[in-house]
């Protein structure tokens, strides 16, 4: 069977600046054959159909510091598959909002530059269903989302949610996981959460064999992933 990481939703350029080495470090430690990331692979804040923060970048910039960073993760995952999320969504929802067709767009892979990734509204792996979560909410969403669809499911969406969830029956079992998010919660794309005493669960996850495991990502002072430890890459 498959050994599948689940990459969070990373909301480039705004991601922690140490996940892509944590995703990378979970791929090599399990072994892991197939990659997903489960959507949200970039924010497009400058974009947003909500309130945007007056000192954060134009699009233009957004776009430049987020494609330097997709290629970082290109490199480390050439054969990524891909979630599409609400936000990598962004520009066809505002291209429909005033009636451009979505045939003029250019493809995500050539937005981009990602040749080899997989981009697709959902992902099927061994009876398990990697969805980006829109439209499941609360404080379980993957459970509401396995009750629902009565199948295994691994999403992300949610920021605060994380972990997994388990449904048995005398013929089957089934589970519910939230990946979590790789999202910096200081970054001035998130400043609309900061009286939120909720915080974002900075993780990723891992299905074994068909087994769900939810990996928190070590980033409080002196540990491997504090901030202090990494930078960017120019």
Known sequence: ???????????IPFEHPAYLAFCRDLRDRHKCDT????????DWHSISFHERSPEAPGPLDEFSAASKQVQQWHKVFPGLKLCIGNHDARIARLAAS???????????????QTPGWDWQKQHMIENVLYIHGT?????????????????????????????????????????????????????IAFAYAENNPLRSIVSAAVVLDGIPHHQIMPM??????HKSKHRRSK
Do not use: C
Not at 35 to 42: A, E, N, T
């Open 35 to 42: 990659v997903v990331h489960i959507g949200d692979l970039v």
């Open 135 to 187: 439209g499941f909410g609360g404080i379980h969403p993957a459970y509401t989302a396995m009750t629902k669809l009565l199948m295994s499911v691994v999403m992300g969406h949610i920021h605060t949610a994380a972990g997994v969830y388990w449904k048995a029956n005398p013929q089957q079992r089934i589970f519910g996981m939230s990946v979590g998010t790789g999202i910096d919660d200081a970054a």
């Open 98 to 112: 005033v009636n451009i067709p979505e045939r003029f767009l250019r493809g995500l892979n050539d937005v981009w």
């Open 220 to 225: 409080g002072p002196g540990e491997k992933y």
């Open 1 to 11: 069977m498959s050994k599948v990481l689940i990459v969070g939703d990373s909301h």
